[in-house]
């Protein structure tokens, strides 16, 4: 087997740690997830104020969003990892409605008002205890029910295209052209 790290982390976990269905959709949810920690680097302190295109939300409201959903991944892994998969309906996160909006508010609330840095470290220590989570699945355990998504592929294939939307909320912000 080979022994080179598949992703970036610290520290680095060799490939062989990862079930081998989850090394493309992992790469390509941790790539998503950079991007965000990457705009905190780049984009002037008073943009983040600013309204995003996300309705109602500035783009630090959009990344306190972002941190608090980790909770939701991390519950259904957990829920995995434990042998009582989700099987119960939960809110879709890609279909608006009433249910989900309240579920959002709920869990942003801790994570609104905090600092850009903060909020940066917050998306990174997620993305490193996901890993982590998405590491520690058998074979078995990848294909098991996980709440709002079929599977642990779907699962990331979810965490990627929620990271990647309110990135491009972010930067399509009303005002702003895309530069990243």
């Known amino acids: 087997m080979d022994d080179r790290p598949l992703l970036a982390t610290d ?19 941790l790539r998503a997830r950079r991007r965000l920690i990457q705009m905190v680097e780049v984009l002037p302190a008073d943009q983040w104020l600013r309204e995003s295109a996300a309705p109602q939300w ?20 957990n829920a995995a990892l434990n042998g009582s998969p989700l099987d119960e309906w939960k809110p879709d996160p890609s279909l608006p409605s009433p249910e989900l909006d309240m579920a959002n508010a709920l869990s942003a609330e801790r994570f609104l008002g905090q600092p850009v840095g903060a909020l940066s470290d917050q998306l990174d220590a997620g993305a490193r205890k996901s890993t982590m989570l998405f590491a520690a699945l058998s074979e078995d355990q990848v294909l ?8 642990a592929l ?15 909320d972010i930067i399509n912000g009303p005002k702003m052209m895309r530069t990243l």
């Open 58 to 77: 500035s783009r630090r409201d959009v990344l306190a969003h972002l941190a608090a959903s980790d909770r939701r991944y991390h519950d259904a892994l």
């Open 154 to 168: 779907s699962l990331l294939e979810a965490w990627a295209a929620h990271d990647n939307g309110h990135a491009d």
């Open 11 to 29: 520290p680095p976990l060799p490939a062989d740690d990862f079930v081998p269905a989850l090394w493309v959709p992992l790469t390509r949810a």
């Open 144 to 151: 098991m029910r996980m709440g709002f998504a079929g599977n």
